[in-house]
């Protein structure tokens, strides 16, 4: 038997309780600043450090886009202090930048986007070292209609 | 000690020596004058286990006609590899000898006159058959269906896909995949699954709203003393080549991390042998079998294509039984220690006039069709050629249904989607389910709308990266949309954007223009609310006029480039 979120709440009148995760989501840091583009963010994020590419971060992203107006995506870093998400092509690139506090149990965060057309996200952690690792996911928005 | 992978190959080898057995057994046989039930079914029995797949019948529950593809172009690494084979060059990769049963079974050349020696393929009364056949040599062997069951026929519309879940519980399938499906919607999908005597299984089918798993993702099924774990995975981009309005709770996608984890706990719990029973499409499977490890066997369903032997990627094989009921796959395994340690396999060609039909199922279709005979068997008009859909591109079925278009929702161009369901007709007659078989539905209305040449062009460009993208995981597994009144190049290989060049009006031979709108008509449209009359009626009205015997001048012109 497969137990749903969905059926649950609809069958008792759900005790929901919304886990607080020790996380400080600071979306507005990095949508506030629309002149930048998506390498000036990523340039100021690791002030100047090269990120390398690697599996110290990893970025779960849909291949196509079900709905470019809410794209999810999550990310996970274990022992990063903090992941900078970037959405390219977007007229404003900055998505969110995940500041982990000394408490986090792990280090992942989850989000929904909109993606004005097919880019690649970018993600990049700030490991504790002071090391940064990057990686990034091609994620196709399409209009579609003719799959048989 | 010997590997698995040395098992494997053995067992490859095994297939190869044992020839005899599936591919060229029926050249043999033909060569006697004698197809028999008998050689198509025998096989002597391997292992301790056996699989039997069938996949993407379409609801097509009696004998079809069904030609296999003259273009089906493989790009990126899936390039001249199966399935991306046809015709003297999938004979001469398989030695199968042209003229023979296989070579009418499995390509095109010849179709026409092949199909009046070797007769129609499928039908669930002779697949029911083959399946008691298997069964009565391995009592335990597992019968698993892949999926675009319950969609594509006239019987199926009227019943909602009922008269499908009615044929699978008499079959005895042991568990599903999806992808039509959910063309029924939500609310219907659930009362079916209620139906079914059998699981109906999604591990990548997730709750939008809560993303969390939505379906029972696997089931473990118990043979004497083996766990088999399969894990179901519907058609990844189901709310994106479907009406996504119709099944508004649900997300789907590759998910292959989710994949991993399923597999993993499957291993968890010390199962035998993992299945995974997939409606990705073949190319989206050979990327998946080469990233997630730990799955034994790749039951491959979507695309359509029959490969004869398996498709070994790493230590997982893939195996493709085709669609329209045309085969049932038959797999032998020895399971040992956890794992397979060997395989034989057999692509069952399912030819009507030789395998006798079983009398409780065919009795079941009898009934289930019965209410709606008068209407299936009425001759609509005739064709003076063979129509046919599947193809990459336009096939004359599609050429058939855009005049229809054309000229009855008077349009200058006409879009009809590239789906690689719907049976062929020979030249004749042209009845009211053969119409059916190309364009049951459940959003079937035919528009008609303003289009700009640049909006013309996104679009199949758009629908063109969905099938040659060269990463198969950006790929949607059918085929190019379909097209009347317009003529165009197109170059597989070239980036998003710049595959199609000189796009122009048949009638006139202008450029389309990026700026002009254009009057155009289409159907199966994925937007909620699209309006017009029915597809299949609006055909039906075209072929009563005698448009399947109509010869002026063509409808399409596809000039393919860069291969």
Known sequence: ?148 | MTSRREFLQAGLATSAIMAGLGVSNWSRAMAQQALTQDQLLQFDDFGNLTLIHVTDAHAHLRPVWFREPDTNIGVGDAAGRVPHVVGETFQKMFGIAPASPEAYALTYPDFEALAKSYGRMGGFDRIATIVKAIRGSRPDAILLDGGDTWHGSYTSLKTGGEDMVRVQNLLGVEAMSSHWEFTFGTQRVQELIEKCNFPFLGANIYDVEWDEPAFEPYKIIQKGDLAVGVIGQAFPYLPIANPKWMFPEYSFGIREERMQEVVDELRGQNVDLVVCLSHNGFDVDHKMASRVTGIDVILSGHTHDAVPEPVLVGETIIIASGSHGKFVSRVDLDVQGGRMAGFRHKLIPVFSDVIAPDAEMASLIEEIRSPYKADLDTVIGQTDKLLYRRGNFNGSWDDLICRAILEERDAEIALSPGVRWGASVLPGDITREDIHSVTSMTYGQCYRSEMTGETLKTVMEDVADNIFNPDPYYQQGGDMVRVGGLSYSIDPNAPMGNRITDLRLIADDAPIEPGRSYTVGGWASVNEGTEGPQIWDLVEEHIRKGGGTQQDGPVSSINVKGL
Not at chain 1, 13 to 27: D, F, I, K, N, S
Not at chain 1, 102 to 112: D, E, G, I, S, Y
């Open chain 1, 1 to 148: 038997m497969l137990i749903s979120r969905r059926g649950v709440l609809t069958a008792s009148v759900g005790l929901v309780g919304l886990a607080m995760l020790p996380v400080a989501v600071r979306a507005q840091d990095a949508a506030a600043a629309p002149a930048q583009t998506a390498d000036e963010m990523i340039a100021e994020f690791t002030g100047g450090a090269e990120a390398v590419e690697g599996d110290g971060v990893k970025l779960t992203a849909p291949e196509i886009a079900e709905n470019g107006n809410t794209v999810p995506l999550s990310v996970e870093a274990p022992g990063a202090a903090e992941i900078l998400l970037i959405a390219t092509e977007n007229p404003t690139p900055g998505v969110a930048r995940f500041t982990f506090g000394a408490l986090a149990a792990n280090q992942a965060a989850a989000t929904r986007i909109r993606l004005a057309k097919t880019q690649d996200i970018v993600a990049i952690a700030k490991l504790a070292d002071g090391s940064f690792v990057r990686t990034a996911a091609n994620v196709k928005v399409t209009i579609g209609g003719c799959g048989g």
